[in-house]
């Protein structure tokens, strides 16, 4: 079965941290331009990061720059989010994604995984 597999969210208070993963199932995310997006309640979904595969490039959205880190582990075919300095505000579901076709952090993704919960509170 080919899917994108989220995991590492959950509760954290203000100022912690938190590692997510993408990880991939029927293919090789090293092929692939991987995209972090999140989805406030309420709010568009919007991009977190990305991280080429063509060119070791990275892209991040203003609020992430920073304070959140995309890298690849091609041996575990895993892309992963390192969040530091959390707030309140990025309280979302977080989801991997990936265009199929011509793969790039310039097109917008169609492959989605279902998503992990973050909640920063106190």
């Known amino acids: 079965q080919v899917q994108l597999v989220e995991s590492g969210g959950g509760l954290v208070q203000p100022g912690g941290s938190l590692r997510l993963s993408c990880t991939a199932s029927?293919?090789?995310?090293?092929?692939?331009?991987i995209n972090w997006y999140r989805q406030i309640p309420g709010k568009d979904r919007e991009r977190v990061a990305c991280?080429?595969?063509?060119?070791?490039?990275?892209d991040y959205g203003e609020f992430a720059k920073g304070r959140f880190t995309i890298v690849r582990d091609n041996a575990k075919n895993t892309v992963y989010l390192q969040m530091n300095e959390l707030k309140p505000e990025d309280t979302a579901v977080y989801y991997c994604?990936?265009?199929?076709?011509?793969?790039?952090?310039?097109?917008?993704?169609?492959?989605w995984g279902q998503g992990t919960q973050v909640t920063v509170s106190s």
């Open positions: 029927g293919f090789f995310l090293r092929d692939y331009a």
């Open positions: 991280i080429n595969h063509s060119e070791p490039s990275t």
């Open positions: 994604a990936t265009t199929v076709a011509v793969s790039s952090c310039h097109r917008a993704p169609d492959f």
